[in-house]
């Protein structure tokens, strides 16, 4: 089945403790991009990849890193997370051949930090 | 500042009513206009998008209707059901804008029985 996996889907923690959210999709797509859910304001995008070894900032990379070691894999990474990254976490991935289109979402991952 | 802007925030429609979202955008550089349906719990999923050299575009129940001088398009669905309770996102591309999809704020539709 085609589909773009995120893990965890839940996760609270606290202040400054570093964690990880995997993002992998099975559908040979060259692009990869995380989404931040907060009401009132949709989703906004942090970071894309284009292929991989090819990440740029969305609109709010800020507090966030990734990397695009393999072409399905496409992790999120909270160096030292804050509250106001509280949020729900959407991993999408669509092919470059179709700009726009078939943008395939994850799942979520809902993160608290406290 | 929202670059697409999107209402109602929630919307109420009774079975077999007409359900109707608004969104409108300002930057004449956007050339595809998806909308995005995500049910609670789930991610988006693409339901329906328009290229704006076309004004009307029309699936089953969900036709968007696309007005480019006024730089608006709506979503309309037809012969609502329970089912089609969900958040649903309108969103912008730009040409040349490597798929980054630009979302509107969300609206959350109950179809009540």
């Known amino acids: 089945e085609a589909q773009v996996t995120q893990n965890p889907r839940y996760l609270i923690t606290v202040t400054g403790k570093k964690l990880t959210v995997t993002c992998s999709q099975n559908m040979n797509h060259e692009y990869m991009s995380w989404y931040r859910q907060d009401p009132g304001l949709g989703l906004r995008q942090i970071y894309y990849?284009?292929?991989?070894?090819?990440?740029d900032k969305g609109d709010v990379p800020e507090g966030y890193k990734v990397s695009r070691k393999e072409k399905r894999n496409f992790p999120l990474i909270l160096e030292s997370p804050s509250p106001n990254q509280t949020s729900l976490y959407f991993c999408?991935?669509?092919?470059?051949?179709?700009?726009?289109?078939?943008?395939?979402f994850g799942p979520g991952t809902r993160l608290t930090v406290l | 500042q929202q670059q697409v802007k999107q209402s109602p925030q929630s919307l109420i429609v009774q079975k077999g009513g007409i359900s109707i979202i608004n969104c409108a955008y300002e930057n004449t550089a956007f050339d595809y206009f998806p909308w995005y349906q995500q049910f609670p719990g789930k991610g988006p999923a693409l339901l329906i998008a328009?290229?704006?050299?076309?004004s009307e575009k029309k699936e089953g129940r969900f036709t968007i209707s696309f007005n480019k001088s006024a730089k608006q398009f709506s979503l309309h669905i037809m012969d609502s059901q329970p089912g089609d309770s969900a958040t649903y996102f309108c969103a912008a591309t730009q040409k040349g804008g490597y798929n980054k999809l630009i979302f509107g704020a969300g609206t959350r539709l109950a179809v009540h029985p």
């Open positions: 990849s284009m292929n991989v070894e090819v990440t």
């Open positions: 999408a991935s669509s092919l470059m051949s179709k700009p726009g289109l078939e943008q395939f």
């Open positions: 328009i290229r704006p050299d076309v």
